[in-house]
């Protein structure tokens, strides 16, 4: 027997990401149904490559009782309205906004880090997806940490336009197009121009002079893998379509060698380790899109700390960042409390 599933938000980009991967990885499933707002109502979209059309219905009037799984990708907006309705109708949701996550007693999972930390999903009956840039670092991180135990990181990201939705990759198209024909690349989406140029700067900015993003990245980690470790980040728009990277600098507690750590690395589950120290030797965004793993490149000692280590880190922020890692919690659910006889 599978499951009745629901995907919320099933025509924006991570929705219909969602869709993709579920066909892919043959999450079992005895119905499924595709939600969005009114104005996509009656549209149809496809169930990834099986050929079968979903009808899309209004999330306003739809009746989650007798559902098992909702995987939103709604926005916090909207996810404060519906989430709520769906966990006490009985269905558990997997939220990928960021207004749960950082709620005591909901958890934020990925499931190659804290899969334990599932089993407190009953007293909401709401699981968050932590944050694109986040869910990538703890897949590299969490290995060092269990061998060496990670003390403080630095973190310098280079995130795609696809983070900020249809309209950030729209935006970049635009700009780049006109910017050939000799037209205005007038910023609507972002705060200055995205093509050929990087914006150092995603989401509203704190009083402390860090922005949301970066907020996140630091109290996320902290949740997910261990609240001891010091994080600190520099968020930055890069003009990308798909794939999020980083530079992560770690200070250990323990001495680990580069390669150690590399040996640690290619074990480690959802990391794939491609660090040859050539030309070309390393992933960059464009040979990770459509991929399920996180590449880590470029693992090296850091001189300037004692047991100091530097690795490039680069993911697919449509797949590991959001629907991928959806998907893998609604996994984790089926194994470990909603098994099907």
């Known amino acids: 027997m599978g499951y009745r599933v629901v995907v919320a938000g099933a025509t924006g980009n991570v929705g219909r990401?969602?869709?993709?991967?579920?066909?892919?990885?043959?999450?079992?499933?005895?119905?499924?149904?595709?939600?969005?707002?009114?104005?996509?109502?009656?549209?149809?979209?496809?169930?990834?490559?099986?050929?079968?059309?979903?009808?899309?219905?209004?999330?306003?009037?739809?009746?989650?009782?007798?559902?098992?799984?909702?995987?939103?990708?709604?926005?916090?907006?909207?996810?404060?309205?519906?989430?709520?309705?769906?966990?006490?109708?009985?269905?558990?949701?997997?939220?990928?906004?960021?207004?749960?996550?950082?709620?005591?007693?909901?958890?934020?999972?990925?499931?190659?880090?804290?899969?334990e930390a599932i089993d407190g999903y009953k007293k909401r009956n709401i699981i968050a997806n932590p944050n694109c840039s986040t869910a990538q670092m703890v897949v590299a991180l969490k290995p060092l940490h269990?061998?060496?135990?990670?003390?403080?990181?630095v973190v310098s990201t280079y995130q795609s336009v696809s983070g900020a939705g249809k309209e950030g990759m729209d935006e970049l198209f635009e700009q780049s197009r006109n910017i050939f024909v000799g037209d205005p690349a007038e910023p609507k989406k972002f705060t200055k121009q995205i093509a050929f140029n990087v914006i150092p700067h995603i989401d509203s900015f704190l009083d402390d002079g860090f922005t949301k993003e970066e907020w996140k990245m630091v109290v996320e980690t902290k949740k997910i893998m261990d609240p001891k470790v010091k994080v600190s980040a520099t968020c930055v728009r890069v003009p990308v379509f798909v794939g999020h990277s980083e530079a992560i600098w770690i200070e250990l507690e323990n001495e680990?060698?580069?390669?150690?750590?590399?040996?640690?690395?290619?074990?480690?589950?959802?990391?794939?380790?491609?660090?040859?120290?050539?030309?070309?030797?390393?992933?960059?965004p464009i040979e990770c899109v459509g991929e399920f793993a996180t590449f880590v490149s470029?693992?090296?000692?850091?001189?300037?700390?004692e047991n100091g280590l530097v690795l490039w880190c680069v993911s697919d922020n449509l797949r590991k960042g959001a629907a991928?890692?959806?998907?893998?919690?609604?996994?984790?659910?089926?194994?470990?409390?909603?098994?099907?006889?």
Not at 298 to 305: A, G, H, I
């Open 146 to 153: 269990d061998a060496a135990t990670i003390k403080r990181v």
């Open 256 to 284: 680990l060698s580069a390669e150690d750590a590399q040996k640690i690395l290619r074990e480690a589950p959802g990391v794939m380790l491609i660090d040859k120290r050539e030309d070309g030797g390393y992933v960059t």
């Open 298 to 305: 470029r693992v090296r000692e850091d001189p300037t700390v």
């Open 17 to 115: 990401e969602m869709l993709n991967i579920l066909a892919e990885r043959e999450f079992p499933i005895d119905e499924i149904a595709a939600l969005a707002s009114a104005r996509s109502q009656g549209d149809q979209i496809e169930f990834g490559e099986t050929g079968k059309m979903l009808k899309v219905q209004n999330i306003e009037h739809f009746d989650f009782t007798g559902w098992d799984i909702a995987l939103f990708a709604i926005g916090s907006t909207a996810t404060k309205i519906y989430a709520p309705k769906a966990a006490a109708a009985g269905c558990t949701v997997i939220d990928n906004s960021s207004l749960y996550r950082m709620e005591p007693d909901i958890p934020l999972i990925v499931p190659e880090v804290n899969p």
């Open 324 to 341: 991928l890692n959806a998907v893998q919690i609604a996994e984790l659910l089926g194994r470990r409390h909603l098994k099907k006889d």
